[in-house]
């Protein structure tokens, strides 16, 4: 009697720590995570891979990242910096700092923000690999998720740009049974580069470019990606008027589901 007491306990237990650690399930989840005027991706797959693509612009990040990830996780497999803005790398150095980030891919345009600049010393001093995105490179991240990169088509890695916007890592998410395509703030003249390059660019969801700016997500574009939802990370009563009243309509118009973070708090799918 005693000895089943004991088993009950044991087996009660191990129920709450499988609670409060959450048990993921078969499914990738990815939040587009509430970090105000900027942008920021969590994916986690099933088999405990955590990437991060962008950071925002302030330690709102790791605030998000506390509601979405496991507790007892402290590691971030690959971090993807699109391009280095404030509004997406400024919030970055807090989580190179507390996280164990095992890696980081990025174009490589030279930029002098500082944040960025931090954070590219942080990797040289914690031993962190940096990766130059090409789409020749992509990446197999456990069984669940591959990280197809779209742009650009060979090492820009030191390549100046007069509009970093347009030197936006561009990657499509490639999951058994869902796809996303991550553009940054590609404008439209990145798409239609992405678009000379013939590649697949068919995805389920597709993150607007350039928080909802009618300067991205061109017709030409939505028509090669196809998309069933877009999500726009613009921030509540931001001052830029994102996202743009051209790019709604025009997601009415072609029946897309439209996801937004200043409407909505955090984004899940
Ligand atoms: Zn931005």
């Known amino acids: 009697m005693i000895k089943n007491v004991f088993l009950m306990c044991i087996i009660g237990l191990v129920l709450i720590c499988i609670c409060v650690a959450g048990l993921p399930g078969r499914e990738v989840q990815v939040s587009f995570l ?72 990025l174009v490589g345009t030279p930029s002098g923000n500082t944040f960025y600049q931090e954070i590219l010393r942080l990797c040289g001093e914690q031993g962190i690999p940096i990766y130059f995105g090409e789409s020749g490179r992509d990446v197999k991240v456990g069984s669940y998720l591959y990280i197809d990169v779209v742009w650009p088509s060979r090492s820009m890695a030191g390549v100046e740009f007069e509009n970093l916007n347009n030197a936006s890592l561009a990657v499509r998410l490639i999951m058994p049974d869902k796809v996303f395509m991550l553009t940054g703030d590609a404008e439209e003249e990145e798409e239609r580069e992405i678009l000379r390059s013939g590649f697949d660019l068919s995805a389920d969801i597709f993150k607007a470019g350039h928080h909802g700016s009618k300067t991205a997500s061109s017709d030409e574009f939505l028509d090669a990606v196809e998309p069933d939802t877009v999500v726009i990370q613009s921030g509540a009563g931001n001052s830029f008027g994102h996202p743009h009243k051209e790019v709604l309509e025009r997601l009415l118009r072609l029946g897309i589901q439209v996801r937004r973070n200043d409407l909505e708090g955090r984004v899940e799918i």
């Open 34 to 105: 509430n970090v105000g005027q900027g942008d920021s991706i969590f994916v986690r797959t099933p088999d405990d891979y955590f990437i991060l693509i962008d950071g925002g612009p302030s330690v709102s990040v790791l605030e998000e990242l506390a509601e979405v990830m496991p507790r007892y996780n402290r590691t971030i497999d690959l971090v993807l910096i699109t391009h280095p803005h404030a509004d997406h790398v400024n919030g970055l150095v807090e989580v190179v700092k507390r996280f164990e980030v095992k890696g980081v891919m």
